[in-house]
C-alpha cells in the first residue's frame, strides 16, 4: 500500500516545500529589482534556489527550495 503512495506524497511534499520557499523570498524580479516577494509571473523558479535574491539580499527560501526540486524531480 505504501509503494502506491510514495510519489503522490513525494509530489504534494515536493510543492508544499516550493510554496513555503516562496513565502520566505526575498523579493526582487527581473521586471523589478525593488518588489518584495516572489510572484509567479514575474519569477523564475530558479530564483529561489539561488543564494542570493534578485534584490541583492540573501535568500532565505534556498533550503526550501532545493528540497522542493529535488523531491520534484
Do not use: E
Request: hydrophobic share 50%; aromatic share 8%; proline share 4%.
Amino acid at each position: 500500500m505504501l509503494k502506491k503512495h510514495i510519489v503522490s506524497g513525494g509530489i504534494c511534499l515536493a510543492l508544499i516545500l516550493l510554496l513555503i520557499a516562496t513565502f520566505q523570498y526575498p523579493g526582487g524580479s527581473l521586471h523589478d529589482v525593488r518588489a518584495a516577494g516572489f510572484r509567479w509571473q514575474h519569477n523564475y523558479l530558479c530564483n529561489l534556489t539561488d543564494a542570493k535574491a534578485v534584490n541583492g539580499q540573501p535568500n532565505a527560501a534556498q533550503p526550501w527550495a532545493i528540497g522542493g526540486v529535488l523531491l520534484l524531480c
